[in-house]
Each structure stands twice: as structure tokens, then as C-alpha cells.
């Protein structure tokens, strides 16, 4: 079993930064591919960045977007979803992921809002 608890949003303003973090605890040996997910009102769900086993990262935004990984020890990491230049459309709720090694089932976190506004 894998629990992901979601934090660090918030209100910024336009411009701003802001670090997400995404703590992962559980049987993590039997995870693959993370990453992040953001959905904002009235869109569909947009895949923000991701991360492999090995640690390859790939972002929708590098320029603006990062994500990266924290291990702490066999049970518990944490995952990052560095965020700058933030503009008014990137104000969505996001979500860390993360898929199973040996099915087909994803585990997510609960989301953390990002709200850009001045």
C-alpha cells in the first residue's frame, strides 16, 4: 500500500514561485513512473511533470516547471514540483501520482490548490 499527501500551495502572485511537495510513504519498491497532474475549473486534467524509477524527468514547461525526488529511506520519499513565473492560468488544483510497478492502478494525492492572483 502507498499513501501521497499533497502541500505547499497556496496564494501567489503573479510572477511568483511557489514549491510543491508530494510525501510518499508505503511499499514505494512497488512503484513506477511519478509525477504531477493539475486540473483547473471547467478543464480537463493536464499532466505537469513527471519522474521515472531512475530518476529521468520531463516537464510540460522546463523552463518553468521542475520536478524532483527526496529519498529518506526504503518507505518514505518525497516528491517536488518546483514552480516560477507564475501566471494567472496556472491556477488549478495539483495532484501527485503514482503508478504501480505490477498493475494497472495509479495512486494520487489530494490535491493542493495553486491560486495565482494579484
Known amino acids: 500500500q502507498v499513501q501521497l499527501v499533497d502541500s505547499g500551495g497556496g496564494l501567489v502572485q503573479p510572477g511568483g514561485s511557489l514549491r510543491l511537495a508530494c510525501a510518499a510513504s508505503?511499499?514505494?519498491?512497488?512503484?513506477?513512473?511519478m509525477g504531477w497532474y493539475r486540473q483547473a475549473p471547467g478543464k480537463q486534467r493536464e499532466l505537469v511533470a513527471t519522474?521515472?524509477?531512475?530518476?529521468?524527468?520531463?516537464s510540460v514547461n522546463s523552463g518553468r516547471f521542475s520536478i524532483s525526488r527526496v529519498y529518506h529511506n526504503a518507505n518514505q520519499q518525497t516528491l517536488y514540483l518546483q514552480m516560477s513565473s507564475l501566471t494567472p492560468e496556472d491556477t488549478a488544483v495539483y495532484s501527485c501520482?503514482?503508478?504501480?510497478?505490477?498493475?494497472?492502478?495509479?495512486?494520487w494525492g489530494q490535491g493542493t490548490q495553486v491560486t495565482v492572483s494579484s
Open positions: 501520482y503514482a503508478e504501480s510497478r505490477w498493475t494497472t492502478h495509479t495512486y
Open positions: 519522474i521515472t524509477t531512475r530518476g529521468t524527468t520531463d
Open positions: 508505503g511499499s514505494l519498491d512497488s512503484l513506477a513512473d
